[in-house]
């Protein structure tokens, strides 16, 4: 059941707040929210602020979200939780690779609380190349994942998270159950 209270689409703005996606079961490998080789003449913002993501299962793996916008601004995850989530996460990654060292796919996170969050085949945010996200002021917890870099793995080239004043309690995984870098990744927490 999704229910969105708000949404909005200007001409250089695209808004989706105050809304609670729950209860869904996707059997196939798929993706729930995406935004995928955007192209617009003009600099554009995104927002996703204020969503509740709870009891959402992917059986056969997929992404709660997938993103690969390349620009030049930031899509901003802002005051969102996510509660009771299986094998879906948050997947940021380049849409045109030849472009990656110069466009990257650009995320910040502002105030995350996740709260039982099981991967078999994923890790909360899975970095590819070209990512670029950044973490503040979250709380992530009780992340488990059967594979390497629980929470974060930043797994190609060119990835980089940086992670500021955020909390990690009960997350584990294969190996890394926090932080996993691989590929010339780059990952930075400080508090």
């Known amino acids: 059941m999704a229910n969105s209270k708000q949404y909005s689409i200007e001409s250089q703005r695209v808004t989706i707040k105050d809304s609670v996606i729950k209860n869904l079961n996707y059997p196939f490998f798929d993706d729930l929210i995406v ?5 617009a003449s003009v600099p554009y913002k995104i927002i996703l602020e ?6 959402i299962k992917f059986e056969r793996g ?4 997938k993103l690969s916008h390349q620009q030049d601004d930031f899509l901003e995850i802002n005051h969102c939780t996510f509660n009771n989530i299986t094998n879906g996460g948050i997947h940021v ?5 030849s472009l990656a060292a110069t466009l990257k796919t650009k995320v910040k996170m502002f105030n995350i609380t996740t709260n039982r969050f099981e991967a078999q085949d994923t890790r909360f945010v899975l970095l590819g190349e070209g990512a670029h996200v ?3 002021n979250s709380t992530l917890k009780t992340i488990s994942s059967l594979r390497i870099g629980g929470v974060v793995y930043a797994g190609s080239k060119q990835a980089v998270v940086k992670i500021y004043d955020s909390t990690f309690l009960n997350n584990t995984a294969l190996e890394g159950g926090v932080f996993s870098s691989e590929s010339e990744s780059y990952i930075m927490c400080t508090r």
């Open 35 to 39: 935004f995928y080789n955007i192209k």
């Open 50 to 55: 204020n969503i509740t993501f709870e009891g």
């Open 62 to 65: 997929g992404n709660l979200m």
């Open 93 to 97: 990654v380049s849409f045109y690779s």
């Open 134 to 136: 950044e973490i503040y």
